[in-house]
C-alpha cells in the first residue's frame, strides 16, 4: 500500500522546498515537490528527489563502530555511549570542558539540530565553532550597513523594472528564484547577471557582464562615481536616511574610472549604463555569497550596498539588497533551545581556522572532538591540515549517515537517521520566509538512531538532569513558544503542512535601521565599536596581481570552488552514476596558452596542495583566467578541492576567503 505524505527538504539550501513523499510498505519510493507550498509549488531539485536514494543506499551506516588496531569494528550502543561519556567525564575533570571541539556546519536545517548546543553548554561549555564559511562576511557587512541581514518577499521581485543577480548561481543553487527571474522576464524586467562565469542565469540573462573576480566592491565603486557624475543618486535618502555619506564621496573621489576599469576588467561604458539602470527604480539586486569569498568579502558586499542604497532603492517595493532573510531563523526560540547561559567554560575556534587550533592551541590541548552535520575534511579549507588536525587527537566522534572522509578518520562512528526517519520542522534563512513541517515517515535501517536520541542518551548519562529530559514534541514546542504569541502553533502546522512566518515584506521601509545610529549607515559605527575601521575601503583580494605580484608569477589562475550542480555539498556524489571524477573547468585562453583539450588530464596546484581533474573548455562568455572545480568531492574521487584553499578568515564576520585563490596548471599523466 502506498501514500502520500506531506514534508520537507531538510538539505542547506536557499529554497527550502514543500516535500510530497511517497511511503510503500514502510519504505520512502519517491521524493516530489508539493504543489500546494506558496513558494516552492511543486518544483524540487534533483537533490531533493535523491533523498529518496540516500534515504535506501545500501551504503548507510547502520550500527555504532569503533576503530580498534586501525579497522572498524561493530559495537553495542551500550558500549559506545558509555564509553564517550566515560571519556567525557575524565577529559573534562582532567584538562576541563573546552578541551572538548564541537565541530559542526549547518547540513541539516531542522529546529531540532540545534539541540547540539544545548547538549554541550549543559555539560559545562565545549570549545566551540564560531564565524561561517559560507556567509560570514557578508552577514557581518549587512549588519554594519543596514543592522541586520534582511531580503524582500520572493513575490516583491515581480514589482522590480530591473533585476540584477550579483555573484549568485541562481540556476543551479535556487531554482525558485530562477522560476521568479524567468516569470518577470516575461513580465517586462531588465535581468542583468554580474558574475566571472557565464553560467545558467547568465544565459536567461538580457545582459551579462564579466568582472575580475573579487573586484566587485571595485565595480560598486565605479558605478557610484558614475551615479554621482550623471546625477542619479537619491538625495533624499541620503540626506534623511543615512550617515557617512561624505566618507564615501571622498573614497569615490581618490580613484580614478579608469583606475578601476584596469582592476575590474569591465569597461567604463558598462559602468555608465549599470548607473542608469540603477537610477532607474525599482532596481533589485540579490547578491550571491561568491563575492564575498575573498579577504575583502565583507567591504565588496558594504559596498554593493551603498549602490542600492544611494540609488534609492533600498526599503521600497520591487528593490532591495537581498542576500540573507535572517528574520526567518530570528522567529524561533534558538536560545531558549540551546540554554547559553549553562555553560561554565567557554573557547571559540573560528570554523575556518579550526584545524590550525586543534593543532596549536594548548591551554587546553584539544582532546576530542565531536562531529555532528559537517563533513570538514571535504568542506573545511586545506584539507592536508584539516587531515592533520582531526587526526591527531585522541578521540574522534562523528555522527554520520555515512562513512564520509571525515568519518574514515573517527574512532567512534555512531550511525544517524535521515530527514524522513525524524520528525522537525526545516526553514532556511536564505531566501523565503515559509517554514515546513517534516513527520517521521519511516524507521531508521538498523541501529542508526537521531541526533536527538544520541543527545539525550549521552545526557542521562552525565547527568544533566531534567534540562534534557523532554520529548521531541516538548523541543518543538520550546523553539516555537513565541510564535504561538504571534498565532501560529506547532500542532496548527502539522496540520497544514509549511506556514509563512510573521516578518517584513519590505524590510526596511519605515526607514528605521537597526544601526547605532538608527539610519543606514555608510560608515559602520557598529565597526568602531569593535575597534574596526567603519569607512568602507577600496580593498582587493589577497592573491592577485595587484596584491602579490610574485605569487601571482607563480600561479596566473583564479580557482573557483563553487557549489556542485548535482549535489548538495559532499551530501549527494557517492549517489551519483557514473561515478563522478573532478572536472577542471578552464576559460578559454588557458586552453590556448597551455594546449589543452576537453578531457585532458591535468595537475592543479599551489603552495597549499594539487589536485588532479580532466579539463572541460569553457566556451564562451567566461572571464580569462578563471579555473573552475565544484566543491564537496570526496577523497575516493578525486577530491578534496579543499587542498588548494587557504584558511584565512576574511575582513570581517570571520567568514571565509575560499575563492581568493591563485593556481597553476600542467598536463599530467594518468
Ligand atoms: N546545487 C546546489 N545548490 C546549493 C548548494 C549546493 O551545494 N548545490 N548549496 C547551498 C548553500 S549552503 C549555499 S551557501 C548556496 C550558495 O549559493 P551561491 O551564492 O549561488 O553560491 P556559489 O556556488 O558560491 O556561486 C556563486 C556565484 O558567484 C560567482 N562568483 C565567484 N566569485 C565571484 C566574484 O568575485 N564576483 C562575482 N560577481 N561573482 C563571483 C560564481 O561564478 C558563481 O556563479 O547554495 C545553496 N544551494
Ligand atoms: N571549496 C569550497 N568549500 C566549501 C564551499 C565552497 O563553495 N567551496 N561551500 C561552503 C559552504 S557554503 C557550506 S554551507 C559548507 C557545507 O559544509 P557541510 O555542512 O560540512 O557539508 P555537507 O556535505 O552538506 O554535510 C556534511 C555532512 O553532514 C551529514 N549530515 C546530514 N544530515 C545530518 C544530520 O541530520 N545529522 C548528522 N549528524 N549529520 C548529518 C551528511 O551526511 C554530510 O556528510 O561547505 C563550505 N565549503
Ligand atoms: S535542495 Fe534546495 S531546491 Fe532542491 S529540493 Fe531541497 S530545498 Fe528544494
Ligand atoms: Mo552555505
Request: proline share 3%.
Amino acid at each position: 500500500m502506498s501514500k502520500v505524505f506531506t514534508s520537507a527538504c531538510p538539505l542547506n539550501c536557499w529554497d527550502s522546498c514543500g516535500f510530497k513523499v511517497v511511503v510503500e510498505d514502510g519504505k520512502v519510493t519517491k521524493v516530489d515537490g508539493d504543489e500546494t507550498h506558496p513558494i516552492t509549488k511543486g518544483k524540487i531539485c534533483g537533490r531533493g528527489r535523491m533523498l529518496e536514494k540516500r534515504t535506501n543506499s545500501s551504503e548507510r551506516l547502520l550500527y555504532p563502530l569503533k576503530k580498534v588496531d586501525g579497522e572498524f569494528t561493530r559495537i553495542s550502543w551500550e558500549q559506545a555511549l558509555e564509553e564517550i561519556s566515560v571519556k567525557m567525564k575524565a577529559i573534562k575533570a582532567e584538562h576541563g570542558s573546552t578541551s572538548i571541539l564541537h565541530s559542526h556546519d549547518y547540513a541539516n536545517g531542522g529546529l531540532l539540530k540545534n539541540l547540539d548546543k544545548r547538549f554541550f553548554n549543559l555539560f559545562g561549555g565545549v570549545t566551540e565553532l564560531i564565524g561561517s564559511i559560507c556567509w560570514g562576511s557578508g552577514i557581518e557587512g549587512q549588519t554594519w550597513d543596514f543592522g541586520d541581514a534582511y531580503s524582500h518577499s520572493p513575490e516583491d521581485i515581480f514589482n522590480s523594472k530591473n533585476i540584477i543577480v550579483w555573484g549568485r548561481n541562481v540556476a543551479r543553487t535556487n531554482l525558485h528564484l530562477f522560476q521568479a527571474l524567468q516569470e518577470a522576464k516575461k513580465r517586462g524586467a531588465h535581468l542583468i547577471v554580474i558574475d566571472p562565469i557565464f553560467n545558467a542565469t547568465a544565459k536567461i540573462a538580457h545582459e551579462h557582464i564579466t568582472v575580475k573576480p573579487g573586484m566587485d566592491g571595485l565595480l560598486a565603486a565605479g558605478i557610484m562615481k558614475e551615479m554621482l557624475r550623471l546625477g542619479l543618486e537619491n538625495q533624499e535618502f541620503i540626506r534623511n536616511h543615512s550617515v557617512g555619506f561624505e566618507d564615501l564621496h571622498a573614497l569615490l573621489d581618490g580613484i580614478s574610472i579608469e583606475e578601476i576599469t584596469e582592476k575590474t576588467e569591465v569597461p567604463v561604458e558598462v559602468m555608465t549604463k549599470l548607473a542608469q539602470v540603477y537610477g532607474d527604480r525599482p532596481t533589485s539586486t540579490f547578491i550571491g555569497l561568491g563575492m564575498q569569498r575573498y579577504e575583502n568579502g565583507g567591504n565588496t558586499i558594504r559596498l554593493i550596498d551603498a549602490l542600492v542604497a544611494i540609488s534609492g532603492n533600498i526599503g521600497i517595493a520591487g528593490g532591495g539588497a537581498n542576500y540573507a532573510h535572517k528574520q526567518v531563523g530570528q522567529s524561533f526560540d534558538v536560545t531558549e533551545l540551546s540554554l547559553a547561559n549553562q555553560k561554565q567554560e567557554h573557547r571559540y575556534f573560528t570554523m575556518m581556522e579550526q584545524a590550525e587550533k586543534i593543532l596549536n592551541e594548548k591551554t587546553p590541548e584539544v582532546k576530542m572532538i565531536f562531529v555532528t552535520c559537517g563533513n570538514p575534511l571535504t568542506q573545511v579549507p586545506d584539507t592536508n591540515v584539516v587531515k592533520k588536525a582531526f587526526s591527531s587527537v585522541e578521540t574522534l566522534v562523528v555522527v554520520e549517515q555515512f562513512m564520509t572522509d571525515t568519518a574514515e578518520l573517527a574512532d567512534y562512528v555512531l550511525p544517524t537517521t535521515t530527514a524522513f526517519e525524524e520528525e522537525d520542522v526545516y526553514y532556511s534563512s536564505m531566501y523565503h520566509a515559509y517554514v515546513n513541517y517534516g513527520p517521521q515517515l519511516v524507521s531508521a535501517p538498523g541501529e542508526a538512531k537521531s541526533d536527538l536520541w544520541i543527545w539525550t542518551e549521552l545526557a542521562k548519562r552525565l547527568g544533566f538532569g531534567d534540562e534534557f529530559n523532554y520529548t521531541r514534541e516538548q523541543f518543538l514546542e520550546i523553539g516555537m513558544k513565541s510564535l504561538v504569541e504571534k498565532g501560529l502553533s506547532l500542532s496548527q502546522l502539522k496540520e497544514i503542512g509549511h506556514a509563512e512566518l510573521p516578518v517584513d515584506e519590505i524590510p526596511w521601509s519605515d526607514y528605521q535601521f537597526k544601526t547605532p545610529s538608527g539610519k543606514y549607515e555608510f560608515t559602520s559605527k557598529s565597526a568602531e565599536q569593535k575597534g574596526l575601521l567603519g569607512q568602507l575601503t577600496l580593498a582587493l583580494p589577497k592573491e592577485s596581481k595587484w596584491t602579490n605580484a610574485e605569487l601571482a608569477k607563480k600561479f596566473p589562475y583564479q580557482l573557483l570552488t563553487i557549489h556542485p550542480l548535482r549535489s548538495n555539498h559532499s551530501q549527494h556524489y557517492h549517489l551519483l552514476s557514473p561515478e563522478p571524477k573532478v572536472r577542471v573547468e578552464i576559460s578559454q585562453n588557458i586552453a590556448e596558452q597551455l594546449q589543452l583539450m576537453d578531457d585532458a588530464y591535468v595537475r592543479v596546484w599551489n603552495e597549499r596542495g594539487e589536485i588532479f581533474g580532466y579539463v572541460t573548455v569553457l566556451k564562451q562568455g567566461v572571464h580569462n583566467d578563471i579555473v573552475k572545480i565544484d566543491e564537496g568531492i570526496w577523497s575516493r574521487f578525486g577530491g578534496s578541492v579543499n587542498q588548494l584553499t587557504s584558511s584565512q578568515v576574511s575582513d570581517n564576520g570571520l567568514g571565509s576567503i575560499l575563492y581568493d585563490c591563485l593556481v597553476n596548471i600542467e598536463a599530467a599523466n594518468e
